[in-house]
């Protein structure tokens, strides 16, 4: 049998995952309504507000899934409870980059991810090259836009 692998997230990021899956939850028979008026129009072959429903349908139910499957994995991680002196899971990392310009970047799973704010993935290309380093450790990660370069100057669990 196949191991369960765990996916760490921060509290914050299960609450909204959880509000996401009852909110999607609830749409459900808001949705066989739709089903149930559009069939009522008739011919199904030509009626847009069936396939339309059909399809919202078949999106919400692979979401819930999804969603499900990732509550049940969840591991949450609290950042505040841990320590160390290298980057892991839920650490803020200040970065200097290229022009020594500081950048605060904290690790955290996929689905809280949100670069604009300063929360990046665990395996995105920075968060993969961040993991294990230490303070003063200098980092090259190749991204799309080419390759950078940074030196840790702190790594907090706030």
């Not at 996916?7 to 309504?33: F, H, N, Q, S």
């Not at 030196?151 to 706030?158: A, K, S, W, Y």
């Amino acid at each position: 049998m196949a191991s369960v692998e765990k996916l760490p997230m921060l509290a914050e990021g299960y609450e909204r995952m959880t509000a996401d899956l009852k909110a999607l939850r609830d749409e459900r028979p808001l949705i066989v309504d739709a089903i149930e008026e559009a069939r009522a129009h008739g011919d199904l072959s030509e009626n847009a507000e069936y396939h339309a429903a059909k399809e919202r349908q078949g999106q919400v139910e692979a979401t819930i899934a999804d969603l499900e499957d990732k509550i049940t994995r969840a591991q949450i991680i609290d950042p505040a409870t841990l320590s160390g002196d290298k980057v892991i899971f839920g650490a803020t990392v200040t970065l200097l980059d290229d022009d020594d310009k500081p950048v605060k970047y904290q690790i955290v799973g996929p689905y809280e991810a949100d670069a604009k704010v300063g929360r990046i993935s665990y395996n995105s290309p920075l968060g993969k090259a961040l993991i294990g380093r230490k303070v003063e450790d200098e980092v090259e990660v190749t991204v799309p836009s080419g390759d950078k370069f940074y030196l840790v100057q702190q790594i907090q669990f706030i």
